[in-house]
C-alpha cells in the first residue's frame, strides 16, 4: 500500500536513526578527543576520497536528467564542493583539514594510501548514481537529514578536544552546515512527491538504506584498519608518514 | 623499459608474495581450527557472494571480446562456476558446504546478510572487467596464480580441525585443485604475450594489485564483523540466525 507522503517522510527519517554512520564507535571515538593525531589523520586521507567523488556523483547524476530545471537546482551541489570565483569549495577546505592535522596536503590530494574498502564503498555510489532509477539516486543523497547533527556535533567535539580544530581548519564542517540543508529540502520534496507508488517507496527506502551502508563501511575500514587492534591492509596509509613539511 | 615476459611474471608473482589474502589473519584463523562455528557460517555466507559473482564477471568479460577464440578458451570459467550436464558446477558445490556448516543454504544463496563491504569489492571487481582494458581483465584474474596452495592449505586445515568437513563438503576446495590451473595458464600466458610495453605491463600489475585488494578487503570485512570484538554492520547476518533447520 502506497505510504502517505508524511507517513513516507517518517520510513525515511527511520533509517537515518537506525543506520546513519553517528551510531559508529569511531565517530564516538573521533568526537569525544579520544583519537590519536594519527587515527585523525587516517580519517581525514580516507574521507578525503569520499569528498572527492561526490561531485563526480552529482555530474553523473546530471548527466542522466533531461529536465533541466532539475538539473539547474542539481548544480550547485557541484559549485559547493568544487568551488566557484567567489566559493573555494568543500573539496580545498578539506585540505585546509588536512594541513591542520599535519598530513602533506599533495598527499591526501592524490588520494594514494586510501583504504581500498573506502574506495569499494564510494565507488559504488558513483556506480549506483549512474545505474539505478533517478528516484533512487536522489533517494540515496538523503542520508544530508542526518549530517547537520553530526557535523554541529563533530564542530563541538573536535573543538573541545584538538589543538588543530578552530575555524580554519574546521571550515569545511561549518559551511555544510547550511548547504547540506538547502540541498536535501530540496531532494526530500523531490523524493516524496516521486514516490508514488509502493514499488517506488520501497525502492528509494532500499537506496538510503544502500547509501547508510556506503557510510558505515567507511568507518569501518577506518576502525579496522588504525584503531587497536589495527589491521592496516597492504598498500594503504601508514601512521607517521607523509606528514606535512616532512620528507616521507 | 618492457621487461622480457619472465622479469615481468617474477613482478606479477611477487606481487601475489607480498599481498594475497593467504596472510590475513582470518586465514590462519580458519585453518588453524580457531573458527567458532558462527565465524565459519559467516565466512561462508559472504564468500558465496563472491562466488555467486564471479561468472557475472566472466560473462562480462566475454561479452567485449570479438575473438571467438578467446571466448571459447574463457568459456570453461562460467561452466565450472554454473555447472552442467556433468558437472554442479562450483555454486551447487558452495551450498554444499553450507549445508555441511549449518546455515540455511537458502538465505546463503538469496545473498541476504551479506556484509556490504564484501558487496562492495566484488562489485567492484565486476565492474572493473566490465569498464577496464582486457589486459586489465584478465590480469586480475591472476591471483588463480596463487590459490591452489591456499586451497590445499584449507582442506588439510578444515579436515584436521572441523567435524563439518569432508570430501563432499569441501569438494569446491578439490575441484578448484584442478580448475585454477587450467585457468590461470591460459590467463598468464594470454598477459604476458599482450603486455607488451612497459605501460602495459604497470597496467596489468595494478590491475593485480587492485585484484589482491578486492580479496584482502573481504577477509578484513569478515575479521571486523565477526571476530573479537565484533562490530556487525547494521543488516548484516546475525550469530545463531538462519541455521540450517530451524525456522529463523
Redesign the interface.
Known amino acids: 500500500m502506497t505510504a502517505s507522503p508524511a507517513e513516507f517522510e517518517a520510513r525515511l527519517r527511520q533509517i537515518g536513526a537506525?543506520?546513519y554512520h553517528d551510531k559508529h564507535?569511531f565517530h564516538h571515538l573521533l568526537h569525544s578527543g579520544g583519537c590519536t593525531p594519527d587515527q585523525v589523520r587516517a580519517w581525514v586521507i580516507n574521507r578525503f576520497y569520499y569528498q572527492a567523488s561526490i561531485p563526480i556523483k552529482d555530474a553523473a547524476f546530471m548527466s542522466r536528467v533531461d529536465d533541466p530545471a532539475l538539473r539547474r537546482a542539481w548544480r550547485s551541489r557541484i559549485e559547493d564542493h568544487d568551488g566557484t570565483e567567489q566559493n573555494e569549495g568543500g573539496i580545498a577546505r578539506w585540505l585546509r583539514l588536512a594541513d591542520a592535522v599535519g598530513v602533506d596536503r599533495d598527499y591526501v590530494a592524490s588520494k594514494q594510501g586510501v583504504l581500498?574498502?573506502s574506495?569499494?564503498?564510494v565507488?559504488?555510489y558513483v556506480?549506483f548514481v549512474r545505474d539505478k532509477s533517478l528516484l533512487e539516486a536522489v533517494a540515496a543523497s538523503l542520508t544530508e537529514l542526518f549530517a547537520p547533527k553530526i557535523h554541529a556535533a563533530r564542530i563541538e567535539g573536535l573543538l573541545a578536544n584538538y589543538a588543530f580544530a578552530d575555524d580554519n581548519s574546521l571550515s569545511y564542517f561549518r559551511n555544510r552546515l547550511t548547504e547540506a540543508p538547502k540541498d536535501v529540502a530540496f531532494g526530500l520534496a523531490w523524493v516524496l512527491e516521486h514516490a508514488d507508488t509502493a514499488e517506488k517507496q520501497d525502492a528509494a527506502a532500499a537506496a538510503l538504506?544502500f547509501k547508510?551502508?556506503?557510510l558505515?563501511?567507511q568507518l569501518?575500514?577506518l576502525?579496522?584498519?588504525y584503531v587497536t587492534p589495527a589491521?592496516i591492509?597492504?598498500?594503504a596509509w601508514q601512521p607517521g608518514t607523509f606528514l606535512r613539511g616532512a620528507s616521507a
Request: proline share 15%; no cysteine; charged share 30%.
Open positions: 537506525e543506520r564507535p581500498p574498502a574506495r569499494f564503498a565507488d559504488a556506480r538504506i547508510t551502508d556506503v558505515w563501511a569501518d575500514a576502525h579496522a584498519a589491521r591492509p597492504p598498500g
